[in-house]
């Protein structure tokens, strides 16, 4: 069972970049859609961007449209969201989840697998 880990968190001023990763642990995501989700703190975890499995249509919160790209790699293996024009309400721990190919979308209990998380903080 591919299990997602995250990477690439961290501090960042506003208006900067920041290129967070999801490494498919055990096998690819060949065969399965990819989500990224974020929870600040006292929030609610909320949808930030998805890809589907052909690595085709992708989708994006309103909040990120236009700043953030999520993009897989060739192999399979990575899954990026390529944070631009960030800014304070962008500080959270990002998470990246898995379900089976075609059952992805912006609701996080579509997803089956979870990674721990990565955080992002967003501050002069």
């Known amino acids: 069972q591919v299990q997602p880990v995250e990477s690439g968190g961290g501090l960042v001023q506003p208006g900067g970049s920041l290129r967070l990763s999801c490494a498919a642990s055990?096998?690819?995501?060949?065969?399965?859609?990819v989500g990224w989700f974020r929870q600040g703190s006292g929030k609610e975890r909320e949808f930030v961007a998805a890809?589907?499995?052909?690595?085709?249509?992708?989708s994006y919160a309103d909040s990120v449209k236009g700043r953030f790209t999520i993009s897989r790699d060739f192999a399979q293996t990575t899954v990026y969201l390529q944070m631009d024009s960030v800014n304070p309400e962008d500080t959270a721990t990002y998470y990246c989840?898995?379900?089976?190919?075609?059952?992805?979308?912006?609701?996080?209990?579509?997803?089956?697998?979870w990674g721990r998380g990565t955080q992002v903080a967003v501050s002069s």
């Open positions: 890809i589907p499995w052909t690595g085709g249509r992708t």
């Open positions: 989840a898995t379900t089976f190919a075609g059952r992805g979308g912006s609701d996080p209990s579509l997803y089956r697998i």
């Open positions: 055990r096998g690819t995501f060949s065969a399965y859609d």
